[in-house]
């Protein structure tokens, strides 16, 4: 595994056995962790995915990043949507990057996000539907932002993944998802499980089947 950095981004880079073209999963960790988080996860997704797990470009304390700032109070978290925008910006123009280098199957990219970094994953996909294969958002909650077009996002599927006891997002944000891009997708799965703000090992196994039957073949 290697640490890179690409344009204003650092990364971890864990190729698979055969690299070349090898489809690529983004991961895009939660407000206050780091590329080191997601990454742990690689081994029980799909053994064929070249996995990009990147770092947030805000630092917030030693080892803590966030992809733009918060503000938590007693009413709830509050966003700074400008830079929520622009994080959204200079994401993409990394993914663009990240397809230009290694050129994977189907010149697109999956991408797994888990809280905040959920929240980039449906910006991203919204807002450029044709650089994704598919989203798996984890303990997130929809961005302000949506797609003009409804039909532009209609053939990417979508894994929704949210623990019924979440006391940072609570689980009627991962309903909302649910309800929004039900009628908009053709492929569409969610799930609720009895945990807080994290993944469930059952959650890791279904993202595993998930991708089992969605990762293209490499031409």
Known sequence: MLQRRHLSLTFLDLAPAAPEHAPIMILLHGYGSNEKDLIQLAPSLH?????ISVRA???????MFGWFPLS???TGITVDYTAAEEAGLQFISFVKDILAEYQPAGNKVFLMGFSQGSVMSYMTAFSEPELVHGVIAC??????TRPKDDNSIRKIPF??????????LPIAKGRACQ????PR???LT??????AHQIADRGIALIHSWLKERVPERT
């Open 139 to 144: 303990s997130g909650q929809l961005p302000e």
């Open 185 to 187: 997708v053709d492929d």
């Open 47 to 51: 053994e064929g995915l070249r996995y």
């Open 190 to 195: 969610y799930q609720e499980y009895p945990i």
């Open 179 to 182: 309800e929004w891009l039900q």
């Open 57 to 63: 470009p805000h630092t917030l304390d030693m080892g």
């Open 72 to 74: 938590f109070t007693p």
């Open 159 to 168: 894994l929704v993944l949210h623990g019924l006891h979440d006391d940072i």
